[in-house]
C-alpha cells in the first residue's frame, strides 16, 4: 500500500494507540496536517507550541501513556524546547513530531530553518532528523519505546517537508526489528539478586530508617510495592515534590515532603537516619542542601533504572540499577522470606512524632479587613474536592503551598514542573490532565506571575470545551523572588511587583471564554469555590487576592545544611523574628 509520508506518520501514530495531539501548524508540518482530517485521533489547537508541550506533560503525567507535541520548523521548535527540557528533568514519556525544511535546502538558512536536532539533543533522551519516508514508521516505533521505557523522557522526531510529500510503501516494522534496531538500548529492569540482599540486610539492621521516594516511584507504577514496604519495615516515607501522591499522606507513616521547603519532621528524618532507602529519586539539591552535611550518619539503599543517577551526588552503600517497582516486589519478597524481625524501632517513631507535634505546617489566621491567606485558599478548594480531584500547580510560592497543604493520597493526582521549575506550567499542563482524565475534576492553582505567562491557552480550553479551574493566588508580585529578596537581600525589592489590577484577571479571563469571579473577602471563598465547582461546561478563573506578606515556611536556605532549617517565626523559642 503505497502511502505518502505524512500519511505514514499520523497512522503510525494511530498504530501506536496515540488519543491525542497538541499542537499548531506551520509550513514545514503542514502536509501531516491533511491525513489527520480522516484519523480518529483528536487535535487540541494551541495558541503557542510552549502551550502544547507543557499539554503533552500535563497527558502524560495522569494517563502515563506519552504526550504527543506536534509543532513546525524554526520558531514552532525553539517554542518547544522549555516543555522538553522540563519533561527530560522531571523523566515525562513525551514524543514531540517537528516539521524541517525540505533535504535540499538544510543548511543554506532558509524560511524557518533551525538546527531542531542540535538545539534539542541536550533536553531529550533521543532525537533524529528522518531522511527517508520508508523510515518515518520505525522511527515512530522506536520513539515510543524510547520515550516509555527505561527511564522515560522525551524524545524527537524531526521530519523534513519532501520526506512527508514523497510516497512510501507502507510498512509496520514488528516487536524484534525495533529492539534490532538499537543495539545500544538495553534498560536493566531487574535489580542484582546480591545487591537486594545486601540491602534487606540493612534493612534488618537499621534502627533509624527512612524511605526516601521519588518520582520514579509513579514512572514504575510502583505505588501499590511501595506501601507494602513501608509497612513491612515500619519506616518513615518521605515523598519528594515528584513523589506526591506515590504514598498516601493520610497514612500514619507519611511524613510528606522533603527538603528546602519540606515539612519540619521529613526534613529532620532525613538527617537523622541511619539509613535511607532512596527509591527511585536523584538526591535533588533542593532535598539534600549542603550535600556535605546531608543526612550525615546514614548508609545508603539506592534503587534507580538509570545507572547514571546511582554515585552521581551521594555514594550508595547498596546501590541496585532496576525498575522500582520490581525491586521493591523483589525487596518485599526477599525480606519476608528472610524471616528477619525488624528492631524495636518505637524509640525512632517517639523522635519522628515529636518532630511532627512541635513543628508542624503554621501560618497565622486572616486578620479582619487583610488580605486573603494563600494557605486557607489552598485548603479550602481541597476540602471542596474529592480525594482523586487531579490538581496542577505553576512554580514559585503557590506550588510549595499546594504540595503542602493539599492531601494527596492517590498517585497521579499531583502534577507539577519539578527540576526544571517552569512558570507558566500550570494552565497548560492542566489542558493536557484534563483531555489525559476527563473524567476527573482538574485545579490549577496559579500565582499572578506564572499565569501571565500561559493564560492564552485559556482560549485553547474554552474553544476545545475543556473545563478546568485555575485558581490564582494573585499578591501582585513575583512571590518567591519577594521571599528571598526579603530574607536575603535585605528587603531590596527590585523587579518583583506586578501590581494585583493590572491586568483585569477577571475581563482577561472572561475574554476568553471562561466563568471567572474575584475574591476579596474570607466569607467568599468557600461559596465562589462551590460555583467554580458546580461549573463543568467551560474553564473558570478565580482571582484571589492574597497576602503579599506571607512566605513559604519551614524554608532551608540556599547552601544551607538542612539542620538549620528555618521554621515559621511563631514556632521558634519566644516567637521572635528570626533569620537565619
Known sequence: MQLTGAQALIKSLEMEHTEVIFGLPGGAILPAYDPLLDSPIRHVLVRHEQGAGHMAEGYAHVTGHPGVAMVTSGPGATNLVTPLCDAYMDSVPMVAITGQVARSIIGTDAFQEGDTVGITRSVTKHNDLVMRPEDIALSVRQAFLLATTGRPGPVLLDVPKDILQARTEWYWPNDDEVVAS?????????????MVREAVRLISGSRRPVIYAGGGILKARASEALLKLAELVDAPVVTTLMARGAFPDSHRQCLGMPGMHGNYAAIMAMQEADLLIALGTRFDDRVTGRVG?????????HVDIDPAELGKIRRPDVPIVGDCRLVIEELVRVLMASGDVQPDRSPWWAQVHDWSARFPLHYEPQAEGDPLKPQAVIEAIRDASSSETTVVSGVGQHQMWTSQYWRFDHPYTWVNSGGLGTMGFAVPAAIGAKVGRPDRTVWAIDGDGCFQMTAQELVTASSERIPIKVAILNNAYLGMVRQWQEMFYEERYSEVYLSPDLPDYVKWAEAMGCAAFRVEDASDVGPVI????????RPVVIDFRTDSQEKVFPMVPAGASN????????????GERVVQ
Open 563 to 574: 539542620s538549620d532549617v528555618v521554621v515559621h517565626p511563631a514556632l521558634r523559642p519566644g
Open 182 to 194: 538499537l543495539p545500544g538500548y538495553k534498560p536493566n529492569i531487574k535489580g542484582h539478586p546480591r
Open 530 to 537: 462551590d460555583k467554580a465547582n458546580a461549573i463543568d461546561d
Open 293 to 301: 552535611s546531608f543526612a550525615p550518619d546514614a548508609k545508603v539503599v
